[in-house]
């Protein structure tokens, strides 16, 4: 076990771990993204999701700029420590493009998931 977090996680050769969140209240999953050992720490201190922005290369905190944060309930591991799960408390919409989900569309390209803000009211 790893002192850090109580569980080996394995971080891949880069270092980020696939972190998935999910509404804790309607099981809906909201996105995906990528966290560090300093989100994952960031997140368990304050209780609000933190990642890794793999293209601009810095931690950030989900809803900093938007005000769509995300309340961490609880934070699970895969079977393999491979990946980590947010259940979240979703203020707002989850994806920058406004809508409730980043899941908002099938392959086919159809949109299914409903928009709930501007982005850009909000991105300005």
Known sequence: MSAEFGVDLDFGNDGLVPAVA??????????????????????????????YSRSREELWEKG??????????????DCDGDAILYLVEQAGGACHTGYESCFHRT????????????????YE
């Open 107 to 122: 392959l086919d390209g159809d949109t299914v998931g409903e928009q709930v803000f501007d982005p850009d009211a909000v």
């Open 22 to 51: 999910q509404d804790a209240d309607t099981g809906d999953v909201l996105m995906l993204a990528y966290a560090n050992r300093e989100a994952l720490a960031k997140s368990r201190e304050t209780g609000r999701a933190h990642y």
């Open 64 to 77: 900093a700029t938007s005000g769509h944060t995300q309340e961490i309930d609880e934070i699970r591991v």
